[in-house]
């Protein structure tokens, strides 16, 4: 224990992993969740693509500003939020395997934090939650 504060700098990135491990199990469905390049965020969920799809439009349509833009096949819908331009897609992995991706953008730069929150809404729309 001679560098207590070495120690901390290695336990505390340790903790806020185990916070969003187990916020994660929490929610039960979430199986994997990424920010991909262009702050593309993308979360893997255990259900089936069409209640995720009911869902995930009735979660962007909860919190657009603008009436939505909806395009069936590919599952695609656009709205703004926060003033940014939201794309949401919605596409099947394998049975009961759902991918959400949503990016938003305002002014042509991409807002992470506007896709996060777009992410959690849709996410709490799930049924069972």
């Known amino acids: 224990m001679k560098n207590p504060v070495l120690i901390a700098s290695l336990l505390i990135p340790l903790a806020a992993s185990c916070v969003a491990v187990a916020a994660g199990a929490a ?5 994997s969740s ?3 390049p262009g702050e593309v965020h993308t979360v893997t969920v255990a259900d089936d693509v069409d209640v995720v799809w009911s869902s995930a439009k009735s979660a962007l349509t909860s919190i657009s500003t ?7 096949m ?6 703004v ?3 940014c331009d939201v794309t949401l ?5 394998d049975i009961d395997r759902t991918v959400i991706n949503v990016q938003a ?3 042509k730069t991409t807002r992470g934090a506007t896709a996060q929150r777009v992410i959690d809404r849709v996410l709490a ?3 069972g939650r």
């Open 27 to 31: 929610a039960g469905y979430v199986i």
């Open 34 to 36: 990424e920010v991909m």
């Open 66 to 72: 603008e009436p939505l833009d909806v395009t069936e």
């Open 74 to 79: 590919p599952r695609i819908a656009k709205g």
């Open 81 to 83: 939020v926060d003033g």
């Open 89 to 93: 897609e919605v596409q099947a992995f």
């Open 105 to 107: 953008e305002k002014y």
């Open 125 to 127: 729309e799930l049924p």
